[in-house]
Structures are given as structure tokens and as C-alpha cells.
């Protein structure tokens, strides 16, 4: 099956910076590549995602980029605030698959 | 538009023990997925309904089942508890038909077993 790996698993950041995290999936039928964010005692809530015909996509602060040649793909957040501050969790799919594989989560922390 | 609801959203249930946990998904969402959320596993699939029937199972034993209803709401059962199954159990709904398309999660029920 579909195998998600996520770095790092910690990141700290300082406020206004950048933070980059990295996941890489296996199954090359993977076309499907949601980001979720999780705060503490919260339910995952959607961020950003991407489909495998787009390489890049931009939501405000927030972009992912997807290589789907070297099966990875990125999530970028600029100009980083506290609010930033919670774990974020990559996942892959594939097509009308609806199982989503999430990686094991990055916990970010915006220091001020 | 109500979220996905999830009862209960916490329970604690001895060793041996059997439990069922409910989702009523989004209106006009046909699929449900479970998911369980531990600190050591992260969130691992345990299966996917779409119109009453299983669409795909994850790697977990035959002790977790689950079901859906007419109405789209699910159920999912775990017998002859073990410690090791306490968790946060995680429902999401979706559209369900085509492509994937966002999965939008309940806040979660909290198994604990003593």
C-alpha cells in the first residue's frame, strides 16, 4: 500500500520566517495530495491540497508544490505567525480511492 | 451547514469490552472514513463506506467493523477491547462520488481502555 513519509517532525520557526515541510509517498498512482492542519484538541481541518496535473498551488501564505517524478511534495507557509503554531499532517490518495495515507505530522511552533 | 458529528466524545470502557462509536457526516455527503489517531501511529485508516457499502479496509484486525446506514451515517464497533486500542477515533465525511474531493473530519471520539 501507500506509504507517506514526513520531515521533519518538529519545526521551530521564528515569527515572520518560513517553515518548509517535506513528504515523500511511494504508490505512483498517487494523485491526490491534501494537507491538513491540526491544533491542539482539534479536529484535522483541510488547508491546501493539490492534484497531480499542477505542480504548484497558492492559497495566501500557503503553497505546495508536487514533484511527481521524485514522488515529493512540499508545503511552504511565509511570513509565519503564532497562529501558524499546530501540527500538520501531508497525506496521498488515489483517484476514487477516498483512503487517504497521511504522514506521521509535523508540530510547528511560531516562536514571537 | 452542520459539520461532521461524532458521539460519543469520550468513553472509557474496560479490557475485553465492546464499543460503538457513531458519525452523521455532512448533508449530502455520501462517503465515510475512520480514521485512528494515536501519538506513536499517527492517523491510520481503518475503512471507507460509500451508499451502505465497504469501498476499502485498512490493516487493522477483524475486531473493528464498521457499517453505514441509508441515511449515510456510520457506526463503527470494536470488540473484546485492548489497551492498546485506546485512541482518538476520527470519522470523515466526503461528496464520495468521483475524484477525491475534500474530507472534511469530525472533532473525534476519545477511547480510552482501562
Known amino acids: 500500500g501507500e506509504n507517506v513519509e514526513q520531515h521533519p517532525s518538529t519545526l521551530s520557526v521564528q515569527e515572520g520566517d518560513s517553515a518548509v515541510i517535506k513528504c515523500t509517498y511511494s504508490?505512483?498512482?498517487?494523485?491526490?495530495f491534501p494537507w491538513y492542519k491540526q491544533e491542539l484538541g482539534k479536529r484535522p481541518q483541510l488547508i491546501i491540497d493539490?492534484?497531480?496535473?499542477?505542480g504548484e498551488k497558492k492559497d495566501q501564505r500557503i503553497a505546495v508544490t508536487l514533484n511527481k517524478t521524485a514522488k515529493h511534495f512540499s508545503l511552504h507557509i511565509t511570513e509565519t505567525q503564532p497562529e501558524d503554531s499546530a501540527v500538520y499532517f501531508c497525506a496521498a490518495s488515489i483517484g476514487v480511492d477516498y483512503k487517504l495515507s497521511f504522514g506521521a505530522g509535523t508540530t510547528v511552533t511560531v516562536r514571537a | 451547514k452542520a459539520g461532521v458529528t461524532q458521539t460519543p466524545r469520550y468513553l472509557i470502557k474496560t479490557r475485553g469490552q465492546q464499543v460503538t462509536l457513531s458519525c452523521s457526516p455532512i448533508s449530502g455527503h455520501r462517503s465515510v472514513s475512520w480514521y485512528q489517531q494515536t501519538p506513536g501511529q499517527g492517523l491510520q485508516f481503518l475503512f471507507e463506506?460509500?451508499?451502505?457499502?465497504?469501498?476499502n479496509k485498512g490493516n487493522f484486525p477483524g475486531r473493528f467493523s464498521g457499517r453505514q446506514f441509508s441515511n449515510s451515517r456510520s457506526e463503527m464497533n470494536v470488540s473484546t477491547l485492548e489497551l492498546g486500542d485506546s485512541a482518538l477515533y476520527l470519522c470523515a465525511s466526503s461528496l464520495g462520488a468521483g475524484t477525491n474531493t475534500e474530507a472534511f473530519f469530525g472533532q473525534g471520539t476519545r477511547l480510552t481502555v482501562v
Open positions: 504508490d505512483s498512482a498517487s494523485n491526490y
Open positions: 463506506y460509500f451508499s451502505e457499502t465497504q469501498r
Open positions: 493539490i492534484r497531480s496535473n499542477v
